[in-house]
């Protein structure tokens, strides 16, 4: 069995049986194989369905599924600054210009382009542009040396969101997800903030520094990871 593999089935026994938010439950960092306090979340980012009574949002939700990335090529998030990172994955292909990945449903958050020499992270269910991330293609796979953030962001959380969204939506890993330092460590808390900035596609929330978490994992065979 492979070390990752090995990892998933860790996870698989550890879950609980409960559901929702009764099933969200911290593993100490001595329990799981990250070695660093985690908030599961599955039982609630898996399970929640995202509704909206707005007509208007479910409108636009829908269009921009039709979206190439094109409203948002050039642009910068709103009152935009650069925070410097030096984040580095082995990607065997480039992909093409264009989405690399597409929300199938409204539990998906993200849309993520890239255009030329950037990658574009675009809120599903609004078009709003929260992050841009300058992308150098290397022999050894793509590297990310800034990231345009919204100016009331925090710089660290900021380059931890944008890699998250790369591991996890772009090559198809299971790690955890970032929480801010001034979330309150509850279970409600850690699930609403889990399930509206990441939905479906995140497991495991955390507080530590996610940057090295699932650095090990092997490269996907081919390219990038394609979305169910």
Same mark, same amino acid.
């Given at each position: 069995?492979s070390t990752w593999?090995?990892?998933? #089935?860790?996870?698989?026994?550890s879950r609980? !049986? $409960?559901l929702?938010?009764a099933g969200? +439950?911290l %593993?100490?960092?001595? #329990?799981?194989?990250f070695g660093?306090d985690?908030?599961?979340c599955r039982?609630?980012?898996h399970?929640?369905?995202?509704?909206?009574?707005s007509v208007?949002? /479910? $409108?636009?939700f829908?269009?921009l599924r039709?979206?190439e990335?094109d409203?948002?090529?050039?642009?910068s998030?709103?009152?935009a600054r650069l925070v410097?990172?030096? &984040?580095e994955y !082995?990607?065997?292909a480039?992909?093409?210009d264009?989405?690399?990945?597409?929300a199938?449903?409204?539990?998906d958050?993200?849309?993520?382009?890239?255009?030329?020499?950037s990658?574009?992270f675009?809120? =599903?269910w609004?078009?709003? &542009?929260?992050y841009? #991330?300058? %992308?150098a293609?290397?022999?050894?796979?793509?590297?990310?040396?800034?990231? /345009?953030?919204? @100016? +009331? $962001?925090?710089s660290a959380l900021a380059?931890?969101?944008v890699?998250? *969204? %790369?591991? =996890?939506h772009l090559? @198809?890993?299971?790690v955890?997800?970032?929480?801010p330092?001034? *979330?309150p460590p509850?279970a409600e $808390?850690?699930a609403l903030?889990?399930?509206?900035q990441?939905?479906r596609?995140c497991?495991?929330?955390?507080?530590?520094d996610?940057l090295p978490l699932?650095?090990?994992?092997?490269a996907?065979?081919? @390219?990038w990871?394609?979305p169910p």
């Amino acid at each position: 069995m492979s070390t990752w593999s090995a990892i998933r #089935a860790v996870f698989r026994r550890s879950r609980a !049986p $409960q559901l929702g938010i009764a099933g969200v +439950h911290l %593993v100490p960092a001595a #329990a799981n194989p990250f070695g660093v306090d985690l908030w599961d979340c599955r039982s609630f980012t898996h399970g929640t369905l995202s509704t909206t009574k707005s007509v208007e949002i /479910a $409108q636009r939700f829908a269009e921009l599924r039709r979206s190439e990335g094109d409203e948002v090529r050039g642009h910068s998030p709103f009152d935009a600054r650069l925070v410097s990172c030096d &984040l580095e994955y !082995p990607v065997v292909a480039p992909p093409s210009d264009g989405p690399l990945f597409k929300a199938t449903a409204m539990e998906d958050k993200w849309d993520i382009y890239l255009l030329e020499d950037s990658l574009y992270f675009v809120r =599903s269910w609004t078009g709003e &542009l929260d992050y841009v #991330a300058r %992308v150098a293609f290397r022999e050894t796979g793509i590297h990310l040396s800034r990231v /345009a953030v919204s @100016g +009331h $962001q925090d710089s660290a959380l900021a380059c931890r969101v944008v890699d998250f *969204l %790369v591991k =996890s939506h772009l090559l @198809g890993r299971e790690v955890p997800h970032p929480l801010p330092a001034d *979330l309150p460590p509850t279970a409600e $808390q850690v699930a609403l903030f889990s399930f509206h900035q990441f939905g479906r596609r995140c497991s495991f929330g955390t507080y530590a520094d996610t940057l090295p978490l699932g650095a090990a994992q092997p490269a996907p065979p081919v @390219g990038w990871h394609t979305p169910p």
